[in-house]
Every structure is written in C-alpha cells, then in structure tokens.
C-alpha cells in the first residue's frame, strides 16, 4: 500500500487569491498512490479516496478556469464550476484503463466551464451548434491582437475552425458589440418594454417540438437496443446504477445482492456500459 497524504479539510477562504494558494499547497498524486486512491473508491466507495482525488486536482481547475477569464465572468465562479466537472470525473474515472486522471479529468471540468459560459453569456444564441461553440471559444486567441479582421484573416479562421467565412463574421459582430442585457435590470421602470418581451419561444415552434420528439425517440429506442444486448445480470446492474434516478444502487449493495465483491460488479458494469456504447454507435 502507498504512503498517505496528508490532505486537510480547507477551512474558509477570504478571497480568491487565498484559494488559490491553498490549493497549491494540497501535494500532487504519484501515479500509484492515484490508483490505489481510484481503486478504493471504486471498490470500497471510499468518500475519503474521492476526497484525495479531488483535492490533488484543484490546482488543474485553477489552471483551466484562468484561461476562461476573457468572457466577463468571475474567476471564482469559473473555478466553481470547474470543480463540479472535477467531481464528476474522479466519480468515471477507472484506474484500470491506464489514464492518469489529470489527462481524463482536463475533459469533464472544460465541458462544465463551457457549458457555464454559454449559460450566463448575455447574447441571444451565442452559439447554438458545435461548430459554433467551437468558433465562440477560438475566436479571441485566434484573432489576436487585431483590431479587425482582414478577408485574409476571417478566411483562415473559417478554414481552420471548419465554419464558414460568414459565421466567422457574424461572431465577431457578436463580440464587437459587446453584452446586451435582454431583461430588466431591479432598478428599471416594470412599464418599459425590455428586449427579452420581444423574443420567440422557438422551443414551442412546431418544427422544433418534432424534432425534439423524434431524437428523443430515436434516443429511447436505441437505449432499450442496448439493453437488450446485455444479459439479464448485467442489464439488472446497469439499470439499477444509472437508469435509477432517485434511488440508485451502490456497488456494494449490487455486490450484496449477487453475492459476489463490489469489484467484480464494478467490472461486469464496465464490460456492460462498453458492450452499450458500441451498440449505440452503430445503431
């Protein structure tokens, strides 16, 4: 067995420079005291193991949120929900497939800051498909230091972005004319007309609803697919883990009821979850 860490439970920060430096201070994890970490965690449900594992990461999210700070939001509230895709990694990571969890984790907290950003950012649509998404957050290091796009210049960034040489525009219009507030501020008079009353509900358009309807449709039907592929016992574990909402099964409940250790459910659940996603690949 590894050596133990000493990590403290962190006490209450002034400010965010305080944070940041508590955070530096939590040591870094040698590869083997982080599997022996994920392995307890994943086999014993050990909260201490996943306290370890998340605090030896802060630092990475710290690192990451910082590169976030042009889009007008707090530091803080960048590293906040940084922290939650952190968590949300260390719960997936499996110590059995060779990743350090630093290179597995970097996924989960930028889709978490991500999704934040294009949240609270307060232009209409901002970015609405993947490409889009894509081009909101390159376009700033991609410009440079330009104060204005050349033809030259919006036609490599389309190409290297994969979008077209007028969306490449239309963003930089975007940003160019900086945040406009769609609803009324608490201190506005409640009889003028704010820009968010002149807004469509496109969700409730007819078009959009029968789309939705048909991917979530498609969405079911390749699920119930995937489940049927699986044997009984390993479609029972898959369900009571992750299809359960409000009350899903543990390891160590699942392992108590098939009699067998926590670890080989956690196993028959990985080979299972694995067997779904190729299934619902090639579906």
């Known amino acids: 067995m590894t050596q133990a860490l000493a990590f403290p439970v962190p006490s209450a920060l002034g400010n965010i420079d305080q944070y940041v430096q508590a955070v530096n201070r939590y040591p870094l994890l040698t590869e083997a005291q982080e599997q022996e970490l994920a392995r307890r965690l994943h086999a014993e449900n050990d909260l201490d193991a996943a306290r370890q594992l ?79 998404r894509k081009l909101f957050f390159n376009l700033r290091s991609l410009r440079g230091d330009t104060s204005t796009l050349s033809p030259e210049d919006v036609r490599g960034i389309a190409s290297k972005l994969g979008v077209k040489p007028e969306e490449v ?27 968010i009353d002149w807004l469509a509900d496109d ?17 079911s039907e390749g699920l119930r697919g995937a489940l049927a592929g699986l044997d009984e016992r390993s479609r029972v574990i898959v369900q009571r883990r992750w299809l359960d909402e409000e009350n899903p099964a543990t390891l160590h409940e699942l392992a108590a009821e098939y009699g067998v250790s926590a670890e080989r459910i956690r196993q028959i659940e990985a080979k299972a979850m694995q067997k779904m996603r190729l299934a619902l690949s090639a579906a």
């Open 54 to 132: 998340v605090l030896s990461h802060l630092r990475l999210v710290v690192s990451i949120a910082r590169n976030y700070l042009g889009y007008g939001l707090p530091h803080a509230d960048l590293i906040q929900e940084g922290n939650v895709g952190l968590m949300k990694a260390v719960k997936r990571f499996d110590p059995s497939r060779g990743v350090r969890l630093v290179s597995f984790a970097m996924h989960w907290i930028k889709a978490e800051i991500h999704e934040y950003i294009l949240k609270n950012w307060r232009l209409v649509k901002i970015a609405t498909t993947k490409a889009q």
């Open 169 to 195: 525009m239309e963003m930089e219009t975007r940003f160019a004319g900086g945040e406009v507030a769609i609803d009324r501020g608490v201190d506005d008079d409640d009889d003028r007309a704010a820009p």
């Open 203 to 219: 969700s409730m358009e007819p078009v959009e609803v029968l789309n939705a309807a048909e991917d979530e449709r498609l969405h």
